[in-house]
C-alpha cells in the first residue's frame, strides 16, 4: 500500500469547530501537537505551561492557525488550573475539551528515589492531573458537557526499570480517568486517556538519538519508526470528537505495536539447538 505523505497538515476535519478547549503542556512536545491539531479542527485553545519561555514561542507559532490563549501554569496548583478554565469560559465562551497533558518525568533507581523528588513526580503528574480532570469536569458540568483526555502512557501497564514514580504516576493517572468515566458518563462528560510509547520529544532525545541505543531499541517497535507528537495529538483530537461519542473510559495505546509483543527482527536468532 502506498504511503500516505505524512507532511499534509491541511483538510483536517471539522470536529472542533466552535469549541473552546484547555492544553496543559501545551508549549512544546506532545502538548504542542495537540493544541495545533485542535486549532486545525476548528477550536479555541488555551495553552497551559509552565514554562514562559516555551510558552510563548508555541503562541507565536500556534496564532495563525485560529484563537489561542496562553496561561502560565502549574498544573500542581489547583488555582492555575482554575485560571486557565476561566480564560478558556471568558474569551472563548465554554470549555468543551480539556487535554490533561502536562507532565514531568526522569530516571530514577527505586533504591536511589528520594522521598522529594517521589513526591514532586506525583504532584505534578497525578495530582496536577487529578486538578485538571476535576475542575474540567465541574465546569463542563456548568456547561452541559465535553470531553476529556489525558495523557498517561505504556508505562502505566508496561514498566521500564528506573521509573518506579513516574510508571506509579502514570498507572495511577489511568485508575483516575477510569474512575472519572463512570461517575461523569451521566453529566454528558467523556473521559479518556491515551498511552503513548516512544515520541520523539526532548524528554525522550537522550535515547532516541543515541547512536547505538536510538537504533537498539527501535528493534522492539513492530511500527519500525518512534512515534511523533502528531500520532498522539491525532488520538487526542478522535478521543475529543463526537466520532468517540460512545468512548469513555478508554485507554488507546498510541506506541507503534511496542507493548502488543516481540517484533520478528528480534526472533530471528535461532534458539540454541534449534533447526531453521
Ligand atoms: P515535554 O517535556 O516535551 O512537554 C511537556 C510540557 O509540560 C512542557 O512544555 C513543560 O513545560 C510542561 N510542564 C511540565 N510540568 C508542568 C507543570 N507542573 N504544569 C504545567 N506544565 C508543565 O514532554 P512530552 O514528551 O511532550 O510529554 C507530554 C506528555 O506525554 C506527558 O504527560 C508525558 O508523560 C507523556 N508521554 C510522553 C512520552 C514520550 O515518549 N515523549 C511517552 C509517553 C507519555
Redesign the pocket.
Known amino acids: 500500500m502506498a504511503r500516505e505523505d505524512r507532511t499534509v497538515t491541511a483538510g483536517f476535519p471539522a470536529r472542533q469547530r466552535g469549541r473552546g478547549a484547555v492544553v ?2 501545551g ?5 504542542l501537537a495537540i493544541a495545533r491539531r485542535l486549532l486545525e479542527e476548528g477550536a479555541r485553545v488555551v495553552v ?4 514562559q519561555g ?1 510558552l510563548k514561542r508555541a503562541l507565536d507559532e500556534l496564532a495563525p492557525l485560529g484563537e489561542v490563549a496562553g496561561v502560565r ?4 496548583r489547583r488555582e492555575d488550573v482554575i485560571a486557565a478554565i476561566d480564560v478558556c469560559r471568558e474569551r472563548f465562551g465554554s470549555l468543551d475539551v480539556f487535554a490533561s ?5 526522569d530516571m530514577l533507581p527505586l533504591l536511589e528515589l528520594s522521598e522529594e523528588a517521589w513526591r514532586r513526580m506525583i504532584d ?2 497525578l495530582t ?1 492531573a487529578f486538578h485538571c480532570i476535576q475542575e474540567a469536569a465541574r465546569e463542563m458540568r456548568r456547561g452541559g458537557g465535553g470531553s476529556i483526555v489525558a ?5 502505566a501497564f508496561w514498566v521500564e526499570a528506573n521509573t518506579a514514580h513516574y510508571s506509579a504516576s ?1 498507572a495511577g493517572l489511568v485508575a483516575l480517568v477510569k474512575t472519572a468515566a463512570i461517575e461523569l458518563g451521566g453529566e454528558g462528560i467523556r473521559v479518556n486517556a491515551v498511552a ?4 520523539r ?4 532525545r537522550f535515547l532516541t538519538d543515541d547512536p547505538v541505543e536510538g537504533p537498539r531499541y527501535l528493534e522492539r517497535i513492530p511500527r519500525g519508526r518512534y512515534a511523533e ?1 502528531e500520532d498522539v495529538a491525532a488520538a487526542v483530537a478522535y478521543l475529543a470528537s463526537d466520532e468517540a461519542d460512545y468512548v469513555t473510559g478508554e485507554l488507546l495505546v498510541v506506541d507503534g505495536g511496542v507493548s502488543v509483543g516481540v517484533p520478528l527482527a528480534a526472533t530471528e536468532e535461532p534458539l540454541p539447538g534449534a533447526e531453521r
Open positions: 496543559t503542556g508549549a512544546q512536545g506532545i502538548g497551559a505551561d509552565l514554562d516555551a501554569a502549574d498544573v500542581s497533558n502536562a507532565a514531568t518525568a505534578i503528574n496536577g495523557t498517561a502512557s505504556t508505562n502514570k503513548p510509547g516512544m515520541v520529544t526532548r524528554l525522550t507528537p
